[in-house]
């Protein structure tokens, strides 16, 4: 079983930054593929970022490549995502999640457990 928390979130201008910060419970955080997600008003839930149970390899949504980093800490159970040049189209919820394949994964239906999401809003 594993609980996430986001925090992080909030309103900022088109080019600022913003660091979303995901708290784990449990004693087998070590054993999950982490990821965020977003979900844009009135559209479906897209993968922005993902991580194997490492943290030693990443990989990203094609609409924040180069502009977002996804980190891991693994004795802090904790997940980041650094985000740059943030742009009126990055505004939606964050969730971050966690998946039994450790490999991590892009697909939505293949994480287990989900936070409660945190709101991004990017004014133009």
């Known amino acids: 079983q594993v609980q996430l928390v986001e925090s992080g979130g909030g309103l900022v201008q088109a080019g600022d930054s913003l660091r979303l910060s995901c708290a784990a419970s449990g004693r087998t955080f070590g054993n999950y593929g982490m990821g965020w997600f977003r979900q844009p008003p009135g559209k479906e839930r897209e993968f922005v970022a993902g991580t194997n149970w490492s943290g030693g390899s990443t990989f990203y949504g094609d609409s924040v490549k180069g502009r977002f980093t996804i980190s891991r800490d693994n004795v802090k159970k904790s997940v980041v995502l650094q985000m740059n040049s943030l742009k009126p189209e990055d505004t939606a919820v964050y969730y971050c999640?966690?998946?039994?394949?450790?490999?991590?994964?892009?697909?939505?239906?293949?994480?287990?457990?989900w936070g409660q999401g945190t709101q991004v809003t990017v004014s133009s």
């Open positions: 999640a966690a998946t039994s394949d450790v490999t991590g994964s892009a697909r939505s239906g293949q994480y287990d457990y």
